[in-house]
């Protein structure tokens, strides 16, 4: 069985470690990406307050050896879903089974100004090279703005508020500067009130000012301001933004979305093209976009495939469940819970915040990359 994997994030690599090791060489994977190496998204915020060493993070996709697995490091030119051949920079391949994990892009250029005037840190780029503009921030009126929805990881705006406040405590610049957070949701954490309760808690505790309910809608370079959704304007010394989140190009010009998507059953996460699925923030299946949420629908599409190789009965379905972990600042981390099934409103829970899940939180990270990369 010929399986093509488009994306090494959570998904791709949960996708194709699963079937290397049900599997072996009775399967022939190729997993494509355009990148080199893999990161964390909570080691982005690592690197960016200095905690971490960009070069401490980075797992090399050439490290990947697995039976029945090729790496190709390629970008992606055209999908089609009816024949299941890629075209890439590197020739075509031709699949018996596609696996879509492209992830979502990120649009810097459409928010007006926050280019010129601003910092993005949800690329691996943006956040390593706010490590060098952070250290020699000096004090000031801090905003972080995220400009829609949806967006990855819905806490890390949250985090990246309170990392910056622990962070100009630690200098001694708190006194002389202000943090504003701009999140277009009505509480930090929607799905759990109780996470959201704990978060507004650590706002209030370290006066960052919360603004629900908005976005940022353009950045004004020259006279300092960020522009919210409502008109209202906002002075800034230092803009840290979420950018607007999008398919890939490759992914729409391929025809594959609808509205902005690749939808998906909810459960198999298989799309209307035979198959062919698709994982993780691609997709518009009805979760947060997030690496967890990914890491478990590409579980469901992995055992489903061994499950034909192999023969038997049907995996089960996904059941829209997922655990982050948030930093709460002075290495205390919570762990919150939560659960989407369709027809139902989501629900979460929150255990901490505490140093002791920290570790939990290692461990995580630890235990992905032993199993992705062998190490």
């Excluded at 060493?53 to 089609?80: C, M, N, T, W």
């Excluded at 696996?99 to 649009?107: E, K, Q, S, T, Y």
């Excluded at 800034?236 to 190009?249: I, M, N």
């Excluded at 939560?338 to 255990?351: D, H, I, K, N």
Aim: a negative charge; proline letters at 6%; glycine letters at 10%.
């Amino acid at each position: 069985m010929r399986v093509t994997v488009l994306g090494a994030g959570f998904g791709g690599l949960e996708v194709t470690t699963r079937l290397s090791e049900a599997l072996g060489e009775d399967v022939e994977v190729v997993l494509i990406d355009r990148t080199d190496d893999f990161v964390f998204g909570f080691a982005k915020l690592d690197v960016m307050f200095g905690r971490r060493l960009p070069e401490q993070v980075r797992h090399r996709y050439a490290d990947i050896v697995k039976p029945g697995v090729r790496f190709v490091s390629a970008d992606v030119l055209h999908i089609d879903p009816v024949t299941r051949r890629v075209e890439t920079s590197e020739g075509a391949f031709d699949a018996d089974v596609l696996v879509i994990a492209l992830g979502a892009d990120l649009d810097v250029a459409a928010t007006p100004g926050l280019v010129e005037g601003g910092h993005e840190f949800y690329t691996e780029a943006g956040a390593f090279a706010l490590r060098d503009v952070l250290a020699a921030f000096d004090g000031g009126r801090v905003i972080v703005g995220v400009t829609s929805t949806p967006y990855k990881c819905p806490p890390a705006p949250s985090e990246a508020a309170l990392l910056m406040d622990e962070l100009l405590r630690t200098r001694g610049l708190r006194d002389r500067s202000e943090i504003t957070l701009v999140l277009p949701l009505p509480s930090p954490v929607p799905p759990s009130p109780e996470a959201s309760k704990a978060l507004l808690a650590a706002f209030a505790e370290r006066d960052i000012e919360f603004r629900p309910g908005r976005a940022v809608r353009r950045v004004d370079p020259r006279r300092r301001v960020a522009v919210l959704d409502d008109g209202e304007e906002l002075a800034y010394d230092l803009f840290l933004g979420v950018p607007v989140h999008r398919a890939p190009e490759v992914v729409a010009k391929s025809g594959l979305t609808t509205n902005g998507w690749i939808a998906v059953d909810r459960s198999t996460l298989e799309t209307s093209w035979p198959d062919v699925c698709a994982v993780g923030d691609v997709t518009s299946v009805g979760t947060p976009k997030a690496g967890v949420f990914a890491e478990g629908q590409a579980a469901v599409v992995a055992d489903a495939i061994i499950k034909r190789a192999r023969g038997g009965t049907q995996a089960p379905g996904y059941d829209g469940r997922g655990v982050c972990y948030v930093e709460f600042g002075g290495d205390r981390v919570g762990i919150v819970d939560v659960t989407f099934r369709s027809g139902e409103a989501p629900t979460g829970t929150l255990e901490g915040p505490s140093r002791e899940l920290a570790a939990v939180k290692t461990e995580f990270g630890r235990s992905r990359a032993e199993r992705w990369f062998g190490r």
